[in-house]
Nanobody, 127 residues
Framework: QVQLVESGGGLVQPGGSLRLSCAAS????????MGWFRQAPGKEREMVAA???????????YYVDSVKGRFTISRDNAKNTVYLQMTSLKPEDTAVYYC?????????????????WGQGTQVTVSS
């Protein structure tokens, strides 16, 4: 069983920045594609960003259009951790952010393609 623990959420003003972290258990982290999703109240869960495993020879990262140029996904395989660096935050970014792991190497764009989920961390962007 893969366990994922998100951290780094909080309250930030519009235009501010936050860095979310997701710590994963086990030694198989480097073999898994990872993703960040978010869900706002009354809305469906949506993919935010994804990063492939190093073993994947295809596309390495994916971002939903609404966060391109503002968010950056990265991973530190030595620390079994994936990050989501968020800048220029907007009120529309307010949501619970979830880390997800896949039993596979390549990028996945839908929630049902991921096998493990963290508990979520709240991000609130408000003045």
């Amino acid at each position: 069983q893969v366990q994922l623990v998100e951290s780094g959420g909080g309250l930030v003003q519009p235009g501010g920045s936050l860095r979310l972290s997701c710590a994963a258990s086990g030694h198989t982290f480097s073999s898994r594609a990872m993703g960040w999703f978010r869900q706002a109240p009354g809305k469906e869960r949506e993919m935010v960003a994804a990063v492939a495993a190093l073993s994947w020879s295809g596309s390495r990262t994916y971002y939903v259009d609404s966060v391109k140029g503002r968010f950056t996904i990265s991973r530190d395989n030595a620390k079994n951790t994936v990050y989501l660096q968020m800048t220029s935050l907007k009120p529309e970014d307010t949501a619970v952010y979830y880390c997800a792991a896949k039993d596979g190497y390549g990028l996945s764009y839908k929630g049902d393609e991921y096998d493990y989920w963290g508990q979520g961390t709240q991000v609130t962007v408000s003045s």
